[in-house]
């Protein structure tokens, strides 16, 4: 080998290591940043919890979604839907969610799930232009892997922010990068939240309390309107049309409230908006508003503040939206595979024992918010083996 051969080969290997070294180098720092983006960059809550636990679910088995904000997880209780009525569903609900999360958070489900069913609280329609939230965008965001259809979700969600940004909703390091220090101190609890599920508890939040309000005013159950802007019409339009897409139904709901103030009044005549929108555009509606008494809900024990629900009140409502979605929506009992109906066997258990559990500490006083968590799904299961206990006793 002549010395010019020799020196052009040890040229190319040299390039070889630096290219090979830039290579690893970058995969090193992505794995970093996705780690980072995964587990320090959105704060450890019971809405970014939900949302981990239903990518746990195992696919195809849950039939009917339950999308929206918190009068969806406060309103509704899917271990016990399961046992009264047969159907599997999950609360994809973020608090304060507005109806720009509701597309991008069918495209996440529908990557997993194909849900014969989605009931939509249509509170997320209710806000006006200018109230309109991205931090539930960004909790989407985080539990979807890069893909094009990340990117697509995101591109089409920035344009119905204030401040859009494709570019942050699909890395949203980008966004919260500045939380990460601030975060490291959970993560033992970020990482818990990550090695458990599927949840037993499927979402499960409320508030241990019971406040006490007077009879609802003629004006709660009105059928006014105040006309929507332009841009809510077109997320919404396209949100049905995205579902119809895939063939999804949909059930619009508007969830009971006991109104106190003009904004409660103004939001609750944007939802009689929105059901009317749907219902112009061929979509089922159901107004629980004005089904309040039927229910059987109570203003001086079923609510933990004026907009959502005890357990107490959880049980009434799920009972009555469940008999709707079987009688009149159709759905009928899911069928699942042995280990899947021997979790959601032990998923309405569950439930049994936290309304058991909900009901003492609201009786005793003890007001707490309590969540779908590794500690609550502990909690639970304590108090089922104290029950068992005291029942052979």
């Keep these: 080998m002549s010395e010019n051969t020799a020196a052009a080969e040890t040229k190319k290997n040299t390039v070889r290591k630096r290219a090979a070294a830039v290579a690893l180098f970058l995969l090193i720092l992505l794995v970093m940043l996705s780690f980072l983006q995964r587990y320090l960059c959105i704060p ?7 949302a981990i636990q239903f990518e746990k679910e195992p696919e195809d088995s849950i039939d009917v979604i339950m999308l929206g904000s918190s009068p969806t997880y406060s309103g509704f209780a ?9 159907f599997t569903s999950y609360p994809y609900a973020l608090s304060g969610s507005s109806c720009n999360m509701w597309k991008p958070a069918m495209q996440n489900i529908l990557r997993t799930q194909k849900p014969r069913l989605v009931v939509v609280d249509i509170f997320g329609g209710g806000y006006d232009a200018e109230t309109v939230r991205k931090g539930p965008l960004y909790i989407i965001s985080s539990t979807m892997p890069l893909s094009p259809l990340k990117i697509r979700m995101a591109s089409e ?9 494709t570019v942050s ?4 390091f980008i966004r919260y990068h500045t939380n990460v220090a601030g975060n490291i101190p959970s993560l033992e609890e970020r990482l818990a939240i990550e090695d458990y599920g599927p949840s037993p508890l499927k979402g499960f939040e409320t508030i241990t309390d019971a406040e006490h309000f007077d009879r609802l005013d003629k004006a709660c159950f009105t059928s006014d309107t ?3 802007d332009k841009n809510t019409e077109k997320i919404i339009t396209d949100f049905i049309d995205y579902c119809r897409s895939q063939d999804v139904d949909i059930l619009f709901v508007k969830y009971p409230s006991n109104m106190q103030y003009s904004e409660d009044f103004d939001a609750n005549k944007r939802m009689n908006s929105v059901l009317k929108l749907a219902k112009s555009k061929g979509c089922n509606t159901l107004d629980l508003q004005k089904k309040y008494y039927e229910i059987g809900l109570r203003e001086d024990t079923d ?3 004026r907009g959502h629900t005890n357990t107490r009140g959880q049980i009434k409502i799920t009972e009555y939206l469940g008999d709707y979605i079987v009688k009149i929506m159709g759905v009928e009992p899911s069928e699942l595979d042995a280990p899947v109906r021997k979790q959601w066997d032990e998923a309405a258990a569950y439930y049994e024992a936290l309304s058991s559990l909900s009901e003492e500490m609201i009786s005793s006083g003890d007001v707490q918010l309590i969540y779908d968590s590794p500690e609550l799904v ?9 029950q068992q206990k005291a029942k052979k006793d």
């Design 226 to 228: 105040i006309e929507l």
């Design 78 to 86: 899917s271990g016990y839907a399961y046992e009264k009525f047969g």
């Design 157 to 165: 969600a920035s344009k119905n922010m204030n401040a859009g940004d």
């Design 169 to 172: 909703l699909t890395f949203p």
């Design 303 to 305: 609510w933990y503040n």
């Design 44 to 50: 450890v809550t019971s809405d970014l919890t939900r």
């Design 378 to 386: 502990d909690r639970t299961a304590e108090y089922m083996k104290a």
